[in-house]
C-alpha cells in the first residue's frame, strides 16, 4: 500500500530480457533499508526489489517486470533511460499525505494537453471508458504513481473521459510530471473507494 507522494526519481540503467523483463533501477534510497522481497512503487506499478547494492554509478535496486506488467502499464515506460516516479510502501504511523494507492494500474490514459495557470501547470488526461466512470472533480486519481486531486471532468461521446489536473510547481519538481506532453501514455489507477462504490451501485 501507497500513499502517491513520490519520494525519488528513480532511472533505469538497464533492461535484460530474461522469463520475465529485469530491470536496474538507479536511485537516492540506501539499499542498506531495502529488504529483498520488499515492494516499490515504480511509476504507479507495485514491483517486487529482488536484488540492491551501490556501484560506481552510485545506488541501485533490481525488479522483474513479467509479460502481464508490461502488458497493463504505458508503453515505452519500462526502456534504459527512462525516469520513474518512486514511493517505498507505506509502513505503520507513516503520514498519509496523498491518499490509499495501491500500486495497481488500472488503465493507461493519454496526454491531451498542457497549460498555464498562474504559476501552475494544467495537464488534461484522456482516460479510457472503463476507468471514466470512477473519475469525479474534486476526487481523487494517481498519475504515474503521483496522487492528485481531479480539477473538472468532460465526459465524451465514445464513453471515455478527459480530466483535468492542476500542477503546482513543487509537484512538477519531484516528478516526473515535468514530462507531461500532448500524445504521452501515463499509467492510471482509480480512487479504491470510488472502486467500491461503483460495485455497490451495481449490486444494486
Known amino acids: 500500500m501507497f500513499t502517491?507522494?513520490?519520494t525519488d526519481i528513480g532511472t533505469i540503467r538497464t533492461h535484460?530480457?530474461?522469463?520475465?523483463?529485469?530491470?536496474?533501477?538507479?536511485?537516492?534510497?540506501?539499499?542498506?533499508?531495502?529488504?529483498?522481497?520488499?515492494?516499490?512503487a515504480c511509476s504507479g506499478a507495485c514491483l517486487t526489489v529482488v536484488d540492491a547494492g551501490t556501484d560506481a554509478a552510485g545506488h541501485w535496486f533490481a525488479i522483474d517486470a513479467s509479460a502481464e506488467t508490461q502488458a497493463c502499464t504505458a508503453p515505452g515506460m519500462w526502456?534504459?533511460?527512462?525516469?520513474?516516479?518512486l514511493e517505498r510502501a507505506l509502513k505503520v504511523g507513516d503520514e498519509l499525505g496523498g491518499h490509499i494507492v495501491t500500486g495497481h494500474v488500472d488503465g493507461v490514459g493519454t496526454v491531451v494537453g498542457v497549460g498555464e495557470s498562474g504559476d501552475s501547470w494544467t495537464v488534461t488526461i484522456a482516460a479510457p471508458a472503463a476507468i471514466a466512470p470512477y473519475l469525479a472533480a474534486k476526487g481523487s486519481v494517481t498519475v504515474d504513481g503521483?496522487?492528485?486531486?481531479?480539477?473538472?471532468?468532460?465526459d465524451q461521446?465514445?464513453?471515455t473521459a478527459h480530466f483535468t489536473l492542476n500542477i503546482i510547481p513543487h509537484t512538477?519538481?519531484?516528478?516526473?510530471?515535468?514530462?507531461?506532453?500532448?500524445?504521452?501514455p501515463v499509467n492510471l489507477e482509480i480512487?479504491?473507494?470510488a472502486r467500491y462504490l461503483r460495485r455497490m451501485q451495481a449490486r444494486g
Open 4 to 6: 502517491g507522494i513520490i
Open 16 to 40: 535484460e530480457q530474461r522469463g520475465d523483463l529485469r530491470l536496474v533501477i538507479g536511485t537516492a534510497y540506501d539499499p542498506a533499508t531495502i529488504a529483498i522481497g520488499a515492494s516499490i
Open 79 to 85: 526502456t534504459a533511460g527512462r525516469r520513474l516516479n
Open 146 to 154: 503521483v496522487s492528485l486531486t481531479v480539477n473538472d471532468v468532460a
Open 157 to 159: 461521446p465514445d464513453g
Open 172 to 184: 512538477r519538481a519531484m516528478t516526473t510530471l515535468d514530462e507531461a506532453a500532448p500524445g504521452r
Open 191 to 193: 480512487d479504491i473507494l
